[in-house]
């Protein structure tokens, strides 16, 4: 016997046979009849829509947390000013002239930038 290929079935569809399967006017094995799906997997429909049907309402614990703009631009400053100061010191101080083009001095830069702006990241700040 061959194998059936996979079906995929669209939001609505599983939303109608959960529906039907809350409602109890048919047993499992005559919706997965009337269906044709298998009785587990309207189960496992029936119950996702029971744990997600509080969202369709707005549940309010479901909220994002709100986020404090002060403190987040103080951290952005933070770095910011860090980031200025490492990119100071690290970067060669070199005259002009000894570089070769303005292309290699920006590279030089964009590179410092970076690898001090990646330690800013990856460092922890409390």
């Known amino acids: ?3 059936r290929k996979r079906r995929n079935h669209s939001p609505t569809f599983k939303a109608q046979v959960a529906v039907a ?8 094995a005559e919706l997965a009849q009337h269906f044709d799906v298998h009785p587990n997997q309207i189960t496992d429909w029936k119950s996702q829509l029971m744990e997600r049907s509080a969202q369709v309402f707005g549940d309010p614990s ?14 952005i400053g933070h770095l910011h000013g860090y980031l200025a100061f490492s990119l100071a ?10 570089w ?8 030089a830069v964009n590179h410092e930038y ?13």
């Open 1 to 3: 016997m061959a194998r």
């Open 21 to 28: 399967a809350i409602k109890g006017d048919k047993t499992l």
């Open 62 to 75: 479901d909220k994002a947390p709100e986020v404090d703009l002060k403190t987040l631009h103080a951290k």
């Open 89 to 98: 010191q690290t970067l060669p101080l070199m005259p002009i002239r000894d």
């Open 100 to 107: 070769k083009t303005i292309r290699e001095l920006r590279n």
């Open 114 to 126: 970076e690898k001090t702006l990646n330690a800013c990241l990856n460092s922890s700040w409390n």
